[in-house]
T-cell receptor, first 112, second 112 residues
């Protein structure tokens, strides 16, 4: 089944403790991206990647890192999480920009 | 900076009604527009994608139109069903960058 898989689905952590949210797609898609969704602000793009080893900042990249060492994986790294990064995070992929986007199930992160 | 607005924020209708959801965007230089559905606790599912050169797309009971010059799109749902209850999001992809800019969504409830 074609899908985008995020892990974990739910995570509660403490301020400053490094964490990684994984994202994997099995559709051989070139384009992957991360979004966060917050009430009143909607979905905002954090980072995106056009291909392996190619990443770029989205609208709200501060406090996040990403890597794209393989086509299928695009992990989101929070080196020192803070409470304002409490949010619902989505990973998405598409075969190329401008084409249908497939989203993961989301990761609900709480930083206390 | 691109801004996407969706009206209404919430809509409740009886089963069987035809309905229209509205989306407007401020910068007409878009690559495409997508309509998504989001169910509680789940990710986003792409419903329809309209390229900037197209005027409309149809899938089953759904029809989306795009008027790029006026910065508007509508999603028409025919013969609504309780299973259509969800939040509907529109998003534009800009020609100037590789990001989707989302509206905040319309929360639709279809009552049996």
């Amino acid at each position: 089944e074609a899908q985008v898989t995020q892990n974990p689905r739910y995570l509660i952590t403490v301020t400053g403790k490094k964490l990684t949210v994984t994202c994997s797609q099995n559709m051989n898609h070139e384009y992957m991206s991360w979004y966060r969704q917050d009430p009143g602000l909607g979905l905002r793009q954090i980072y995106y990647s056009m291909n392996v080893e190619v990443t770029d900042k989205g609208d709200v990249p501060e406090g996040y890192k990403v890597s794209r060492k393989e086509k299928r994986n695009f992990p989101l790294i929070l080196e020192s999480p803070s409470p304002n990064q409490t949010s619902l995070y989505f990973c998405a992929s598409s075969i190329d920009r401008g084409l249908e986007a497939f989203f993961g199930q989301g990761t609900r992160l709480t930083v206390v | 900076k691109q801004e996407v607005t969706q009206i209404p924020a919430a809509l409740s209708v009886p089963e069987g009604e035809n309905l229209v959801l509205n989306c407007s965007f401020t910068d007409s230089a878009i690559y495409n527009l997508q309509w998504f559905r989001q169910d509680p606790g789940k990710g986003l599912t792409s419903l329809l994608l309209i390229q900037s050169s197209q005027r409309e797309q149809t899938s089953g009971r759904l029809n989306a139109s795009l008027d790029k010059s006026s910065g508007r799109s509508t999603l028409y749902i025919a013969a609504s069903q309780p299973g259509d209850s969800a939040t509907y999001l529109c998003a534009v992809e800009e020609t100037s960058g590789s990001r989707l800019t989302f509206g905040e969504g319309t929360q639709l409830t279809v009552n049996p």
